[in-house]
């Protein structure tokens, strides 16, 4: 039985790239899906008073989502909870970085 050698190499090459290939993924992943810097502490707004320029500072809150939560306010009147803006995209994300007073 003859092993080549040219094969074998080709696989080995093959095998060590789809390995790093799939760490190289992970390391990616791990490090742009992070958490802003900003603790919710030091960055609250009152989401009853907030202009659409203070909602577009809020980390994952564009254009479109203040957009969204102003017309909310406007058709409710005013929020009792944060909670009230669940069916927005990234709410998990943003909710800790506002308030109702």
Same mark, same amino acid.
């Not at 390391?27 to 989401?47: A, L, V």
């Not at 320029?53 to 809020?58: A, D, N, Q, R, T």
């Not at 203040?66 to 406007?74: P, T």
């Given at each position: 039985?003859?092993?080549?050698? $040219?094969?074998? +190499? ?5 095998? /060590? ?7 190289? =993924?992970?390391?990616? !992943?791990? +490090?742009?899906? /992070?958490? *802003?810097?900003?603790? $919710? &502490?030091? =960055?609250?707004?009152?989401?009853? @008073?907030? /202009?659409? !320029?203070?909602?577009?500072?809020? *980390?994952?809150?564009? !254009?479109? @989502?203040?957009? #969204?939560?102003? %017309?909310?306010? &406007?058709? #409710?009147?005013? =929020? $009792?909870?944060?909670?009230?803006? #669940?069916?927005?995209? +990234?709410?998990?994300? =943003? $909710?800790?970085?506002? %308030?109702?007073?």
């Amino acid at each position: 039985m003859k092993i080549n050698l $040219k094969v074998l +190499n080709v696989q080995m090459v093959s095998i /060590t790239l789809i390995v790093f290939s799939v760490l190289l =993924f992970k390391f990616i !992943e791990n +490090n742009i899906y /992070t958490e *802003p810097k900003i603790k $919710k &502490e030091d =960055f609250q707004i009152d989401i009853n @008073t907030a /202009t659409m !320029e203070e909602l577009i500072k809020v *980390p994952y809150i564009g !254009e479109k @989502t203040a957009e #969204k939560i102003l %017309k909310l306010r &406007e058709e #409710k009147g005013y =929020f $009792k909870s944060v909670s009230e803006l #669940k069916s927005l995209r +990234n709410y998990r994300r =943003f $909710k800790n970085y506002l %308030k109702v007073e």
